[in-house]
T-cell receptor, first 113, second 116 residues
Framework: GESVGLHLPTLSVQEGDNSIINCAYS??????FIWYKQESGKGPQFIID?????DKRQGQRVTVLLNKTVKHLSLQIAATQPGDSAVYFC????????????FGAGTQVVVTP | ETGVTQTPRHLVMGMTNKKSLKCEQH?????MYWYKQSAKKPLELMFV???????ENNSVPSRFSPECPNSSHLFLHLHTLQPEDSALYLC???????????????FGPGTRLTVL
């Protein structure tokens, strides 16, 4: 999962395995969520999004699952590759706002050969 | 490349200096954002501009002054900063506000700012 503070949670995964990154969001009324990937020295890169009227959405090698009952979001990466090594963080849109998102601190994913 | 560029990529300044960060988006978007990213902390929203109008100032100190001359350009003017302002400053853009819209934000590479 994600936490705010000095130490990012780290997920170490072997190349070729599947990765699951978790995020607990704060507001049950949040209606839109985004997963971002941030590589060292770069800005965040959009991976996939999901609206609150959906439970699951799939992209290329990635799947996002939304469990509104427990306010939990997960990102699954299939067949993890070395290029997937990065910090991944979720963002929830603040209810009754338009462009305001609350971001998690992120999870560091390290892919080992 | 995301279509959002930022200059400079690195900036070192003293507390008495005045400098500006520049952001430009080539995506045809109408909304632009400034974020601050400190080490191991979540992104902090600073300012939002929607169709050139500032719609959000997230309690940012007045030593940070944004400017949005048009929908493609965004500036952050800096003066009399403090060492704790050292961080990565990210610019983002998205489609403008439309009722019921879901607009993902596209980020630039950031400016790494160090205040001495």
């Amino acid at each position: 999962g994600e936490s705010v503070g000095l130490h990012l949670p780290t997920l170490s995964v072997q190349e070729g395995d599947n990765s699951i990154i978790n995020c607990a969001y704060s507001n049950s009324a949040s209606d839109y969520f985004i997963w971002y990937k941030q590589e060292s020295g770069k800005g965040p890169q959009f991976i996939i999004d999901i609206r609150s009227n959906m439970d699951k959405r799939q992209g290329q090698r990635v799947t996002v699952l939304l469990n509104k009952t427990v306010k939990h979001l997960s990102l699954q990466i299939a067949a993890t590759q070395p290029g997937d090594s990065a910090v991944y963080f979720c963002a929830e849109r603040i209810p009754a706002s338009w462009g305001k998102f609350q971001f998690g601190a992120g999870t560091q994913v390290v892919v080992t050969p | 490349e995301t279509g959002v560029t930022q200059t400079p990529r690195h900036l070192v300044m003293g507390m008495t200096n005045k400098k500006s960060l520049k952001c430009e988006q080539h995506l045809g978007h109408n909304a632009m954002y400034w974020y601050k990213q400190s080490a191991k902390k979540p992104l902090e929203l600073m300012f939002v501009y929607n169709f050139k109008e500032q719609t959000e100032n997230n309690s940012v100190p007045s030593r940070f002054s944004p400017e949005c001359p048009n929908s493609s350009h965004l500036f952050l003017h800096l003066h009399t900063l403090q060492p704790e302002d050292s961080a990565l400053y990210l610019c983002a853009s998205s489609l403008g506000d439309h009722t019921g819209s879901y607009n993902e934000q596209f980020f630039g590479p950031g400016t790494r700012l160090t205040v001495l």
